[in-house]
């Protein structure tokens, strides 16, 4: 089993998690929701997989290039 890490694409506010550790999650389903410039940017499975760890909170600002997950596939 390989472990994935998600990465942010932008700078913003962690909104609301979608998923939690141990969530089976699919590609391209959505593990959370940044706020950036009163957008909701959704951050996405890069692969099928099981979620590891959910590595920010609600509220928490992240940059780009951020890992906000980890997922095993």
Do not use: C, Q, Y
């Not at 890490?5 to 590609?27: L, M, P, R």
């Not at 957008?39 to 590595?55: F, H, K, Q, R, T």
């Amino acid at each position: 089993m390989a472990k994935v890490d998600i990465k942010t694409e932008i700078t913003g506010n962690v909104w609301k998690i979608e998923k939690a550790v141990g969530d089976n999650v699919a590609e391209e389903e959505v593990i959370l929701i940044l706020e950036s410039m009163k957008m909701e940017i959704p951050v996405s499975a890069s692969e099928d997989g099981v979620i590891l760890e959910i590595l920010v909170a609600e509220g928490e600002t992240v940059t780009e290039g951020s890992v906000v997950a980890r997922i095993e596939v």
